[in-house]
């Protein structure tokens, strides 16, 4: 069973960039479907981004509209770990941000990833 670490959140101010870090417990996920999401108190949980396997070490993007010019998803570790590079936050970024990974991309988006890191916290104050 695979374990995702997630870390890097923390309380930043508006226009702060942040990087978030999800390190797996064993190096298999190279050619996985790995993704962020989020959920705000209240909210339903949104898909981030997440990244595709191409083929070695290559990997597709993607991002939702209100977060694509400020969001770079990446693969580090041959593949096997995710970041997220965040810039010009806003207040309505605060959430708990979840790294996730699935054999299957479609799963992944669905929300349905077989591994799920623990959560980091990202708070943006005005």
């Known amino acids: 069973q695979v374990q995702l670490v997630d870390s890097g959140g923390g309380l930043v101010q508006a226009g702060d960039s942040l990087r978030l870090s999800c390190t797996p417990s064993e190096r298999t996920l190279s050619t996985y479907a790995m993704g ?3 959920q705000a108190p ?3 949980r949104e898909l981030v981004a997440h990244t595709t396997f191409r083929r070695a070490l290559t990997y597709d993007p993607w991002y939702p509209d209100p977060v694509k010019r400020r969001v770079t998803i990446y693969r ?3 593949g096997n770990s995710l970041y ?5 936050l806003k207040p309505e970024d605060t959430a708990t941000y979840y790294c996730a990974a699935d054999p299957e991309a479609q799963t992944l988006v669905a929300g349905k990833s077989a591994y799920w890191g623990q959560g980091t ?4 104050v005005s």
């Open 42 to 44: 209240g909210k339903e």
């Open 76 to 78: 580090g570790d041959a």
């Open 84 to 88: 997220l590079q965040m810039n010009n």
């Open 36 to 38: 962020w999401f989020r």
């Open 121 to 124: 916290q990202v708070t943006v």
